[in-house]
């Protein structure tokens, strides 16, 4: 039956609709389990009924004609319970209804499985027999496994508008979207155009080479070739974006120009390899140490490397470059949309970007920040292969997406698109104003910068410092550790862009769920195992050096601040001062003018919440990483797509934690700041403000909306909301309150469409 499973499977997956799919299945099931008939009854959420769409043994003419009631019948009870019904004699079912039209007044034996789509029953399939019958549990399960494909075929045909949804009436309602993850704030409307990989790597077959010479100049060749382009694209992108953004172009040029990912292809060349093959291995070795990352940041250089070898591969197939015409409005859509599929597109065609894989921590997604372009990232239901050319309106707000949207949605969101304009133009106002609440307190606002760098103009001119700067970068691009004179170099650049602002710099965070690639830790669970601190701990000499470079990259600045990420414990905090103070010493004796710098810890470890009094006596400042911190009070990964909806910062303990934090701080005086996305958070920010945090930091493009909410409210009032919240019970209601505390100040445009 396995090998039938796949086969079905298959066939449904190459559907060119959701008729043809639905057929497939009747027949194939009815046929693969010898029941009598075999049907699909989808849900029509509007008309409140059950309509059946496919069968094979019941009347042709009653699909799309015959409907069943919610909470009637035992379709209607498979659905409002949301599990399967395997009776022997459905007619001795006290909810059993007989439906003459259909022609199955004979049948008793009766299965129905639900369809069932992020938590949403869109339908039931459903087999009956003539005779008395109970289906075997192999039975069960075969028509589970398909109906769970053919949500999928459901949720893509809503999607694209599939014609047989209208046909039978409000099937397809107009209010119909798909739902992804905000990726950059805004609304665009537009034509999309598919990004897609002419070059598939993992179709490279194995082969040998005869003459390898020649295939390593080949290879050589099309590298060449990639470079050039991506400097035309940094060249086209350098009036958009800052110096610091188009980083991603130079970290990229990197990868190309001698370090192991083109060593280690042109030693396999030399070894027999084809080259095609030897770079298809290389590529697949380097992106699977970015895969097995936990830091969101670094597991989308994956991406990035697998996009290099698709390229490189283009050119080894054939040297003319694809010239792909753009319309005036395009939306770029992908299943992984890259950074440099982004940078392809001409500026003044791009307003918008859509991927099915991926989250606001995607390289795209910070690039699209950068330029101010709306995206929406992680649409796990998107049909991506049968979009190309629709109309498409994506919120960026929300994370919605609508293909082939009617006139009446198109009307309201270009109603609502115009209002954010307006919105952005008002913004631009608070240029230059302090961030100060209305009775007078203060709330300092810093930049959240590191690996793509997001130094824009507005960051560097609006943030009063940097508050979290990822120094793991330098170490990924290399192919061992980078020295002490290169740290130097890296660290005096952010220091004196700032000075004498204050900067953060965060000691490095590598290991266990994210290794180097020329340090790689293999553990059967990275996410509690050998990281951050632990690594620093275990191997000394790694941390002296990146703490010597720090204090050497502040002499003629002093601006510089230490911070150590993933504390769990005090005794960690007393080993690294005592390392800290060593190398300080150790630069002392060899003549270098070091001072001693402000050092705080990172608390986004559950442990640390709850010795906070104990970590603020020992250290200057505290600083909360909201992401990690919820991630592991709620054990959820904000990354997988199945859990993704439970992971939510506005959560009752999340909230209750950081009260904790900041009220034990306060008995030493140490400050205490919040740099996870929650600090770029609107919403997040009231709370914040109320529970007495000190600073907040996120990333450039939430400077301003934070600085709204901030100048709009009081502390006191802030006060009053947060001892509301503190007495809700779950993420939802904290939520909704919120966004009517801020329409009621007329901020809501800071966290919805419109003005």
Request: net charge negative; charged share 25%; hydrophobic share 40%.
């Amino acid at each position: 039956m396995l090998e039938v499973l796949h086969r079905i499977v298959q066939e449904v997956n190459a559907a060119p609709d959701l008729a043809r799919a639905l057929r497939i299945i009747v027949e194939q099931v009815k046929q693969s389990i010898s029941a009598d008939v075999c049907s699909v009854y989808l849900t029509d959420f509007e008309q409140r009924n059950h309509v059946l769409m496919a069968t094979d043994g019941l009347r042709q003419q009653a699909v799309g004609k015959v409907t069943i009631p919610f909470h009637r019948g035992l379709v209607g009870l498979v659905c409002e319970r949301a599990e399967l019904l395997n009776v022997d004699d459905a007619t001795t079912h006290p909810r059993y209804l007989r439906i003459t039209e259909t022609g199955e007044t004979s049948y008793r034996g009766f299965l129905g499985v639900p369809i069932i789509q992020h938590r949403k029953v869109l339908g039931v399939l459903v087999a009956r027999q003539k005779a008395p019958r109970r289906f075997d549990d192999d039975e069960v399960t075969f028509l589970f496994t398909l109906a769970a494909q053919l949500a999928g075929a459901i949720t893509h045909a809503q999607a694209t508008g599939d014609t047989l949804l209208n046909q039978y009436g409000s099937l397809d309602t107009p209010s119909r979207f798909l739902q992804g993850r905000p990726g950059a704030s805004g609304v665009a409307i537009g034509s999309i155009v598919v990004a897609f990989r002419q070059a598939d790597l993992d179709a490279v077959p194995d082969r040998t080479t005869e003459k390898p010479e020649e295939d390593i100049q080949e290879f050589h060749n099309a590298v060449a070739h990639v470079q050039d382009d991506l400097r035309k694209m940094k060249e086209r992108l350098s009036h958009t974006l800052s110096v610091e953004d188009q980083a991603l172009f130079d970290a990229l040029l990197m990868m190309l120009s001698g370090d192991t990912l083109i060593s280690h292809t042109v030693d396999r060349i030399k070894k027999g390899e084809w080259v095609q093959s030897a770079l298809h291995y290389t590529i697949e070795e380097h992106t699977r140490v970015f895969d097995n990352m936990d830091d969101p940041y670094l597991r989308e250089r994956g991406s990035d490397v697998r996009d290099l070898g698709r390229r490189i591969l283009h050119y080894l197939q054939t040297d003319k470059p694809r010239v792909i015409e753009y319309p005036a409005l395009t939306v770029l859509v992908g299943d992984d949309v890259s950074a440099v599929d982004l940078a392809e597109i001409p500026k003044e065609h791009l307003v918008g970007v859509i991927s099915a894989k991926g989250s606001s921590s995607s390289h795209v997604a910070i690039l699209a920040r950068a330029m101010g372009v709306p995206a929406v990232m992680g649409v796990t239901d998107l049909p991506v292969s049968r979009v190309e050319g629709r109309e498409v309106i994506l919120d960026g707000y929300r994370g919605r997406v609508y293909i082939a949207p009617p006139p009446s949605v198109k009307e309201e969101y270009q109603r609502l698109a115009k209002e954010d304009q307006e919105l952005s133009e008002e913004l631009q106002s608070l240029l230059g104003e302090p961030s100060e609440t209305t009775d007078g307190v203060k709330i300092p606002l810093y930049l959240n910068t590191g690996l793509v760098s997001e130094m824009s103009s507005l960051g560097t001119q609006e943030a009063q410092g940097v508050g979290l700067y990822r120094t793991e970068f330098p170490f990924m691009v290399r192919d061992r550790f980078p020295g002490e004179e290169v740290q130097v170099a890296n660290y005096a650049k952010v220091l004196e862009t700032f000075s004498p602002r204050p900067v953060i710099l965060r000691t490095l965070d590598i290991g266990g769920d994210k290794p180097l690639p020329y340090f790689p830790i293999e553990e059967p669970n990275p996410f509690l195992g050998w990281r951050g601190i632990r690594i620093s701990l275990d191997h000394p000499e790694i941390f002296l050096t990146q703490i010597r470079a720090m204090l050497r990259a502040a002499i003629g600045f002093n601006n510089l601040q230490i911070m150590l990420p993933m504390i769990s414990s005090v005794s960690e905090v007393d080993e690294l001062m005592i390392l800290i103070q060593r190398a300080h010493d150790e630069l002392i004796e060899e003549g270098f003018v070091v001072s001693m710098p402000r050092v705080g810890v990172m608390i986004e470890v559950p442990s640390a919440v709850y010795q906070v009094k104990e970590l603020a006596r020992r250290v200057d400042f505290l600083s909360v990483g909201t992401n990690d911190l919820t991630q592991y009070l709620l054990a959820v990964d904000r990354n997988n797509p199945f859990v993704a909806e439970i992971y939510d910062d506005l959560h009752p303990a999340v909230l209750r934690a950081l009260v904790q934090v900041i009220d034990g701080a306060k008995e030493y005086g140490s400050p205490v700041s919040v740099c996870g996305e929650m600090a770029g958070n609107p919403l997040a920010c009231v709370l914040l403000l109320g529970m007495g945090v000190d600073s907040l930091s996120m990333s450039a493009g939430s400077l301003l909306k934070v600085k709204w909410v901030i100048r709009s409210f009081s502390r006191s009032w802030a006060k009053q909301l947060l001892r509301n919240v503190l007495r809700m019970e779950n993420p939802k209601e904290v939520r909704n309150f919120l966004t009517g505390a801020l329409e009621d100040m007329g901020l809501g445009g800071l966290v919805r469409p419109g003005k």
